[in-house]
T-cell receptor, first 113, second 112 residues
Framework: SQTIHQWPATLVQPVGSPLSLECTVE??????LYWYRQAAGRGLQLLFY??????ISSEVPQNLSASRPQDRQFILSSKKLLLSDSGFYLC????????????FGDGTRLSIL | SQQGEEDPQALSIQEGENATMNCSYK?????LQWYRQNSGRGLVHLIL?????REKHSGRLRVTLDTSKKSSSLLITASRAADTASYFC????????????FGQGTRLTINP
């Protein structure tokens, strides 16, 4: 069966520090991968998605970047964190083809001090 | 632009009652999906309904889709305390089928 791993679960970082959040998927190949951010009590905002290795689509201009160095690995990064980067970050995958659901990791709670 | 909009934003009912949540959207869709999120956790997929389907069932869940009104509803029958969570609808548009656009969610509380 397929599983998705996302870490760390919580992270506290100072303003101006770098960020690296990692997401890996097991049990499937060539998935679509997604990074979302969720503000408290709100819906999900799509940040980046990838349909293949090295292919990244950015949905909103921001202080973050994403990379997909391997088929089942998706990384969210920042060179210098801002206070506004605080939030709950979720990774998800879905299979190719139409009408496929997305499957989510357990998220990373990021607090910027 | 915001696609799915859930209604109500919050719903509190007694255990055993039915809970109905609604979702409206704006553009043509390939499918509409409902997800559940327990506090502080990731989202769990519940049901996917395609644009050519009108109703779908899964256990105690029933989803309807009215493409003429661009709306969907999620019905949870015989609610349980464990159903307490936030529920989100998400749409995959015809133009951007690789992506989902989520609504703001309905916070459902089941009182024992």
């Amino acid at each position: 069966s397929q599983t998705i791993h996302q870490w760390p679960a919580t992270l506290v970082q100072p303003v101006g520090s770098p960020l690296s959040l990692e997401c890996t998927v097991e049990g499937t190949s060539n998935p679509n991968l997604y990074w979302y951010r969720q503000a408290a009590g709100r819906g999900l905002q799509l940040l980046f998605y990838s349909v293949g290795i090295g292919q990244i689509s950015s949905e909103v201009p921001q202080n973050l970047s994403a990379s997909r160095p391997q088929d089942r690995q998706f990384i969210l990064s920042s060179k210098k964190l801002l206070l506004s980067d605080s939030g709950f970050y979720l990774c998800a995958w879905r299979g190719k083809g139409s009408n496929q659901p997305q499957h989510f990791g357990d998220g990373t709670r990021l607090s910027i001090l | 632009s915001q696609q799915g909009e859930e209604d109500p934003q919050a719903l509190s009912i007694q255990e055993g009652e039915n809970a109905t949540m609604n979702c409206s959207y704006k553009t043509s869709i390939n499918n509409l999906q409902w997800y559940r999120q327990n506090s502080g956790r990731g989202l769990v997929h519940l049901i996917l309904i395609r644009s050519n389907e009108r109703e779908k069932h899964s256990g105690r869940l029933r989803v309807t889709l009215d493409t003429s009104k661009k709306s969907s509803s999620l019905l949870i029958t015989a609610s349980r305390a464990a159903d307490t969570a936030s529920y989100f609808c998400a749409t995959a548009s015809v133009q951007g089928a690789q992506k989902l656009v989520f609504g703001q969610g309905t916070r459902l509380t089941i009182n024992p």
